[in-house]
């Protein structure tokens, strides 16, 4: 199975900040890659698809980038209602899917 | 407006059975891809299953095979999992979701929609 390795596993940012979260995959996943939000004891909630298409809705301060098995997550301004944990994952054409282990942003 | 409910979750003991349901409204069921995915407490999230629109295609996590079923019933717009042979490691708060396969002609795999998610708790 591919192995999704994600970090850093916490981050602290000042509102304003810009803020970058990698994933790396265990192998070539094309641009396989989704990026998903979660805020405490909510469900998760799909930000970007296939690397770097902001999902409809997403304010555009989200973007995502990346190939092959090399990914970045970018907030460009962080804001106070973007504190949650941001989860990669990867799809590679068939299941089984894996996530990253999550990154838990907090405000400084 | 799109709804996704879980139910089933509970409290049961090591080696017994629960059966989760998912309702579904808003979307057209009977058209979409559907998977099942859980958080242990304070843990990331894990894949568990996957079932085509038909029914006729399943996939399940290693970590659950041979002891988790999928199903549906597209008249009902509901989603199911069979949980035997429960173990501790099986406690965790269970998500549906909806599946996207593809965007007009462009294949993509991702989960647009999400239920509120049921608990399990697996102990004695």
């Known amino acids: 199975d591919i192995q999704m390795t994600q970090s850093p596993s916490s981050l602290s940012a000042s509102v304003g900040d810009r803020v970058t979260i990698t994933c790396q995959a265990s192998q070539d996943i094309n641009n396989y890659l989704n990026w998903y939000q979660q805020k405490p004891g909510k469900a998760p909630k799909l930000l970007i698809y296939?690397?770097?298409n902001l999902e409809t809705g997403v304010p555009s301060r989200f973007s995502g980038s990346g190939s092959g098995t090399d990914f970045t997550f970018t907030i460009s301004s962080l804001q106070p209602e973007d504190i949650a944990t941001y989860y990669c994952q990867q799809y590679d054409n068939l299941p089984p899917y894996t996530f990253g282990q999550g990154t838990k942003l907090e405000i400084k | 407006q799109v709804q996704l409910v879980e139910s089933g979750g509970g409290l049961v003991k090591p080696g017994g059975s629960l059966r989760l349901s998912c309702a579904v409204s808003g979307f057209t069921f009977s058209d979409s891809y559907m998977s099942w995915i859980r958080q242990a407490p304070g843990k990331g999230l894990e894949w568990v299953s996957y079932?085509?629109?038909?029914?006729?295609?399943?996939y399940y996590a290693d970590s659950v095979k041979g002891r988790f079923t999928i199903s549906r019933d597209n008249a009902k717009s509901s989603l199911y999992l069979q949980m035997n042979s429960l173990r501790a490691e099986d406690t965790a708060v269970y998500y549906c979701?909806?599946?996207?396969?593809?965007?007009?002609?462009?294949?993509?795999?991702?989960?647009?929609?999400w239920g509120q998610g049921t608990l399990v708790t697996v102990s004695s």
């Open positions: 979701a909806r599946e996207v396969r593809w965007v007009g002609l462009v294949p993509v795999d991702y989960f647009d929609y």
């Open positions: 296939d690397a770097s």
């Open positions: 079932i085509s629109n038909s029914g006729n295609t399943k």
